[in-house]
């Protein structure tokens, strides 16, 4: 099965090699490398990774330049035709400051960088991301992060919760995250972002595979697409 | 023409930097400090035609996240 995948690189990414060799190990099939300032994607594209790190350092908020940046107008483009769209991390960030997920992520409450494997509870098993999970499953995906806690006013998060739009959340809330949230989904279902680094656990090396799943969902959402 | 904007997190929004900076101050004995949040000040030179729809839109777009912070326009000098 043909699975063309790209993964964006912006200025200060560090987890963009990671995220390309997890989906290649997965798919068998090397992703397509994108750089920032690219004005355009490559076309019939089946999966778009916006990778973890630190894009232009962090400067204003984390994620706000990335946002921004010329190839995003082209994520958010793909991502309202229906593309699959995972941000990890800092692409979580950066998904919530393109506008194109809802709530922000703010500095750690215990203000500490964050650097461990946590368990997380699959929240919804209803988007292509999750579909091959059980309610309730646990994961165990490392985080490493220093701006994780993620927020949204009451309204936003009863919204969120009301439209089971809530992917994954911390067994044990690490960050301060409200309502333990780890992971969330677009109102299409379509756009994932989550704090935890599936792509460092999908090798038995990693001390964990339960990252992979996350990865296989969509191939399997693909294939029966 | 000088600009000052002012970014600070809305009311209700946690600041565990504030309050690591609170802690601090009461360690070095100042007492009375009641609450600490910390913002952002950002110095713009913008020609003197700019539109006030053109800062509101750059605050809105990029200088803050109205997510989680509040922005003041401050015209210097006038």
Redesign the interface.
């Known amino acids: 099965m043909s699975f063309r995948a790209a993964v964006v690189t912006f200025p200060g990414s560090n987890c963009d090699r990671d995220m390309a060799v997890a989906v290649e190990s997965i798919s068998g099939q090397q992703p397509i490398r994108v750089w920032h300032g690219d004005s355009a994607l490559p076309d019939r594209l089946d999966f778009i990774a916006l990778p973890g790190g630190f894009s232009y350092g962090d400067y ?2 984390s994620g ?1 330049m990335a946002a ?1 940046s010329p190839i995003m107008r082209e994520v958010a483009a793909a991502a309202g035709r229906g593309v699959p769209v995972l941000g990890v991390c800092n692409g979580f960030q950066v998904l ?2 393109a506008g194109l997920l ?3 992520l ?6 500490h960088f964050i650097c461990r494997t946590v368990d997380l509870t699959v929240a919804n098993t209803d988007s292509l991301f999750t579909r091959g999970f059980e309610a309730g499953q646990r994961l165990r995906i490392p985080v490493a992060h220093h701006d994780g ?1 993620y ?3 009451e309204a936003t998060l009863d919204r969120l919760e009301g439209d089971g739009r809530v992917a994954l959340r911390y067994v044990e809330n690490c960050n ?1 995250s409200r309502r333990d949230i780890a992971g969330v989904l677009n109102a299409s279902g379509n756009v994932l972002g989550m704090m935890p680094h599936p792509e460092r656990a999908v090798d038995a090396a990693h001390g964990g595979t339960d990252g992979r799943a996350l990865f296989e969902n969509v191939l399997k959402a693909l294939a029966h697409a | 023409m000088n600009i000052r904007i002012h970014v600070s997190l809305k009311p209700g929004v946690l600041d565990p930097q504030g309050r690591a900076v609170h802690h601090a101050l009461d360690g070095l004995g100042f007492a009375g400090v009641e609450d600490v949040r910390i913002g952002r000040l950002i110095e713009l030179t913008v020609a003197d035609a700019t539109s006030d729809a053109d800062l509101e839109a750059m605050c809105e777009k990029l200088l803050a996240n109205t997510v989680i912070e509040n922005y003041r326009i401050e015209k210097v000098g006038q």
Do not use: I
């Open positions: 204003l908020r706000a921004n919530t400051e809802p709530g922000a703010m500095r750690n409450a215990s203000q806690n927020f949204a006013d301060g």
